[in-house]
């Protein structure tokens, strides 16, 4: 029996080690916290090579209530090449975007979508030569196929400070649908389709109802306000709700109400 009782005894020894130091205060524990102890304490040597304190994890910045999907933007290299790209100084940016304007860009309407490119190459000629702007004004251009591009420089996820509406660059995206659509014109369920995407996207990201107001301060008293006015306006606003102009055109602007619409079922509300 002593034999065995010592062949028992090793192969606890051999299993379970507890360092002198954490016997001595055990004397002074009852026989039920003792035995507690030095469970706990023989887990914890026996886990001791994996129990390795872990960083805490940082916390996940929490995502805009309505937030709305990111639809494919085209980016500036497939119309801006090397020959036509003129030196501009570095983009200016707002913390966010919380109104959206959209204009047309007063073009001809029968072109094809594959022509798109050259044609907002040649918008932008004419805003940096005649005119003598640092860039193209419009922070995106939509063809009649829906397709979306990426206008001014700085890139399509930050609030680029644009060139598009007199008074109201600040804070606002300025989406111009590539044609002409005063009154009578037709225009194209992907255009508006697209336009509304992209606003429900850049207002969602500012968590903007697009079917709600905008307070906006203006800068320029040659918009429709005069400048340190604050104005409550669309959040998905047309060009003339800021600045005199018909812009967008009559048929564009009788669908806002509609974009508007899809643009907030896009967010979720």
């Not at 994996?50 to 497939?78: F, N, Q």
């Not at 307070?215 to 669309?234: C, K, M």
Request: proline content about 8%; charged content about 20%; hydrophobic content about 45%.
């Amino acid at each position: 029996m002593r034999v065995l009782r010592r062949t028992l005894g090793a192969r606890r020894r051999r299993r379970v080690r507890i360092p002198r130091s954490a016997l001595v205060p055990l004397a002074c524990l009852p026989g039920l916290a003792a035995v507690l102890v030095l469970a706990l304490c023989a887990n914890g040597v026996g886990r001791r090579a994996t129990a390795a304190v872990r960083p805490p994890v940082a916390a996940r910045p929490a995502a805009a209530p309505h937030a709305a999907p990111k639809p494919p933007i085209v980016p500036r290299s497939a119309w801006l090449d090397a020959l036509s790209r003129h030196a501009q100084p570095p983009p200016r940016y707002d913390d966010k975007v919380v109104a959206v304007f959209v204009h047309h860009t007063d073009s001809p309407n029968g072109y094809d979508c594959a022509d798109a490119p050259r044609i907002i190459r040649y918008l932008y000629a004419g805003q940096t030569g005649v005119r003598d702007w640092d860039d193209i004004g419009y922070n995106f251009l939509v063809d009649h196929c829906g397709t979306i591009y990426e206008g001014r420089a700085g890139g399509v996820d930050r609030a680029v400070t644009g060139a598009h509406t007199q008074g109201f660059n600040h804070r606002t995206a300025g989406i111009a649908a590539i044609g002409t659509f005063t009154a009578g014109a037709a225009v194209p369920r992907a255009m508006t389709d697209a336009i509304a995407a992209l606003a429900a996207w850049k207002l969602g990201l500012a968590d903007v109802d697009p079917r709600g107001k905008a307070r906006l301060v203006s800068s320029n008293s040659l918009s429709r306000f005069a400048s340190g006015t604050t104005a409550a306006l669309p959040a998905l606003a047309g060009h003339k709700d800021g600045y005199m102009t018909s812009c967008p055109g009559a048929a564009l602007l009788a669908r806002l109400p509609e974009v508007r619409v899809v643009a907030a079922r896009l967010q979720g509300r």
